[in-house]
Nanobody, 123 residues
Framework: QEQLVESGGGSVQAGESLRLSCVAN???????????VGWFRQAPGAERERVAS???????QYADSVKGRFTISRDNSKNTLYLQMNSLKPDDTAMFYC??????????????WGQGTQVTVSS
């Protein structure tokens, strides 16, 4: 059974760092490496927003609010994607979700999602 499992969330102070991981269990290596992978977040009362994504060719996209602070990466040999988050701010507080999709513009319609990991940043 294919499943995305996030880890690495927690509670930190502003300015600190966290590294999120997401393992794509049950994915063949071929499927994982050909998919676009992404990180999304949803704060209470807000819509889910894309934080970062990485296509199969390594092309990345970032939300303006995280550029220069967050870095998305993937290890296809481990079917795992990561999100390194530095200089965290209270506004980054949200539930973070990893997702995969055949194309990077297909997450909402055809994406596969994890259960989420909470990130809380206090001032």
């Amino acid at each position: 059974q294919e499943q995305l499992v996030e880890s690495g969330g927690g509670s930190v102070q502003a300015g600190e760092s966290l590294r999120l991981s997401c393992v794509a269990n049950g994915y063949t290596s071929t499927k994982f490496q050909t998919f676009c992978v992404g990180w999304f977040r949803q704060a209470p009362g807000a819509e889910r927003e894309r934080v970062a994504s990485m296509d199969s060719d390594g092309t990345t996209q970032y939300a303006d609010s995280v550029k220069g602070r967050f870095t998305i990466s993937r290890d296809n040999s481990k079917n795992t994607l990561y999100l390194q988050m530095n200089s965290l701010k209270p506004d980054d507080t949200a539930m973070f979700y990893c997702a995969t999709a055949l194309r990077c513009d297909w997450f909402k319609a055809y994406g596969y999602w994890g259960q989420g990991t909470q990130v809380t940043v206090s001032s």
